[in-house]
């Protein structure tokens, strides 16, 4: 399981996803992983990183990647996140698929 410290959270430009600006700590991280945000000491939102960005011209070493997670037709879980305000916070991020199959 890789680690991302998340230095600041702000709202993509599109207004419909979030960018979670900060480090990776540890392992791997690409796009189609799963970021597992923190609720409560026992709940965690799941949601499927949609792109990593490298910021090169920031100059804080702290905010040089971006994970961003879009909330396309999901406005409620958007404000939801949006309002947990995740600053200077480390989360989990697992190689895990998000898409349930029926059978």
Excluded: R, W
């Amino acid at each position: 399981m890789a680690v991302f410290h998340v230095k600041k959270t702000s709202l993509g430009e599109d207004k419909t996803s979030l960018v979670f600006k900060g480090k990776i700590i540890e392992g791997p991280i690409s796009k189609g992983m799963t970021m597992e945000i923190p609720v409560t000491g026992e709940t965690v939102i799941k949601m499927k990183i949609y792109d990593v960005v490298q910021f090169d011209k920031q100059k804080d070493e702290d905010k040089k990647v971006g994970l961003v997670v879009d909330f396309y037709n999901l406005p409620d879980d958007l404000e939801v996140v949006q309002d947990l305000n995740i600053a200077d916070e480390d989360l989990n991020i697992a190689d895990e698929d998000l898409n349930i199959v029926n059978e």
